[in-house]
C-alpha cells in the first residue's frame, strides 16, 4: 500500500470518525429526552442564563406596574436570579425542555419557553417578603401583582410557535449512523495499518489524524450549532439563554471529542513504542 492510499484512507477514517463523534453525541445527549432535560435544565441555570432571565421574569410578574420604584426593582431581580438556580426550579426548566423536545422531534407546533406560572408559585413569596422588609406598601403591591401574573401568565416564550429547529428525521437517524461511522472509521485505520507497508507510518498518520479531527470537529462544529440554535431569535436576551443551554449540550461532545483526542495520543505513544523496540533489535545484532 502507497503512502498516498494510507493517506487516503486515514482522511475518509477520519472523516468517519468526527461524523460518528457527532451522531452519537446528538444521540445521547440530544435525542435522549432524559439527558436533554438535564442538560437544557443545567443550561437554564446557569449565570449567564438566570441573570438574562431574571429581568423579563420580573417585567412580565410586574406588567401592570410599569412605574414600580426602581430601587425596589433591583432587589427583585436579584431575588429572582437567586431563585432560579436553586433545585425547587429544575424540574421547572426540565418542563421546559419536555416541549423544546417534542417541538423538535414531532409534529408538533408550540411555544418553547418557561412556565412563568411555576416560576412565580415558586418564587413569589420570597420576592414579596424581602421587598415588605424594605418597603411595607411596596410589597403588598407586588404581592398583588403576583397574584395578577399567576392568573394570566403563560410561558416566556424562547422561541415563539413554529421557530424551533426540526430535527424529527435525524432523531431516528442519529444512533446508526454514529455507530456505523465509527465502527467505518476503525475498520479503515485496522485495515490501513494491516495492508501498510510501513506500519510505523501508518499509524503516525492515524494517531495524528485522529488527534487532529478531534481539535478541529470540537472547533468548528460548536459555533454551528450555537448559530443554528440562536438563528430564529431575534431576542438578545432569548439568544444569551439559548447560548448558555447550547453550551451545557456541548459539554457531552467535549468530552467525547477529548476521549478521541486521547486515543490518538495512544495510537501515536504506542506507536513510538513500538518503533524504538523495531531499532533497537535492529541494532543489536550489529552491536
Known amino acids: 500500500m502507497s503512502k498516498g492510499t494510507i493517506i487516503v484512507l486515514v482522511v475518509v477514517g477520519c472523516i468517519l470518525l468526527a461524523i460518528g463523534n457527532v451522531?452519537?453525541?446528538?444521540?445521547?445527549?440530544?435525542?435522549?429526552?432524559?439527558?436533554?432535560?438535564?442538560?437544557?435544565?443545567?443550561?437554564?441555570?446557569?449565570?449567564?442564563?438566570?441573570?438574562?432571565?431574571a429581568g423579563p421574569i420580573v417585567d412580565r410578574i410586574l406588567v401592570d406596574y410599569p412605574d414600580f420604584s426602581v430601587v425596589l426593582r433591583g432587589p427583585a431581580e436579584e431575588i429572582v436570579t437567586w431563585m432560579l438556580q436553586r433545585p425547587v426550579f429544575t424540574v421547572v426548566f426540565k418542563e421546559t425542555a419536555e416541549i423544546a423536545s417534542k417541538a423538535m422531534t414531532t409534529s408538533a407546533e408550540d411555544v418553547v419557553g418557561i412556565d412563568i406560572a411555576g416560576v412565580i408559585s415558586n418564587a413569589g413569596s420570597s420576592v414579596t417578603g424581602v421587598i415588605s422588609a424594605i418597603d411595607p406598601d411596596a410589597g403588598d403591591q407586588v404581592q398583588t401583582a403576583l397574584d395578577s401574573a399567576l392568573?394570566?401568565?403563560?410561558?416566556?416564550?424562547?422561541?415563539?410557535?413554529g421557530r424551533?429547529?426540526?430535527?424529527?428525521?435525524?432523531?431516528?437517524?442519529?444512533?446508526?449512523?454514529?455507530?456505523?461511522?465509527?465502527?467505518?472509521?476503525?475498520?479503515?485505520?485496522?485495515?490501513?495499518?494491516?495492508?501498510?507497508?510501513?506500519q510505523h507510518e501508518a499509524l503516525t498518520y492515524t494517531g495524528w489524524g485522529i488527534m487532529i479531527t478531534a481539535v478541529l470537529a470540537f472547533m468548528l462544529f460548536v459555533p454551528v450549532i450555537q448559530g443554528v440554535a440562536q438563528n430564529n431569535i431575534a431576542d438578545p436576551v432569548m439568544a444569551a439563554v439559548v447560548g448558555a443551554v447550547v453550551s451545557a449540550l456541548a459539554r457531552g461532545y467535549a468530552v467525547q471529542s477529548l476521549l478521541i483526542f486521547l486515543i490518538g495520543l495512544v495510537v501515536l505513544i504506542v506507536d513510538h513504542h513500538r518503533n524504538r523496540q523495531a531499532e533497537q533489535a535492529s541494532a543489536s545484532p550489529a552491536a
Open 23 to 53: 451522531a452519537l453525541w446528538a444521540a445521547h445527549d440530544v435525542f435522549n429526552a432524559e439527558r436533554f432535560g438535564e442538560n437544557v435544565a443545567e443550561g437554564l441555570q446557569s449565570d449567564a442564563s438566570v441573570q438574562a432571565l
Open 164 to 198: 424551533f429547529p426540526k430535527l424529527r428525521q435525524l432523531s431516528n437517524v442519529m444512533p446508526w449512523l454514529g455507530l456505523l461511522a465509527a465502527l467505518g472509521a476503525v475498520v479503515l485505520f485496522v485495515v490501513t495499518y494491516l495492508r501498510a507497508e510501513d
Open 151 to 161: 392568573d394570566s401568565s403563560d410561558r416566556l416564550a424562547i422561541y415563539e410557535e
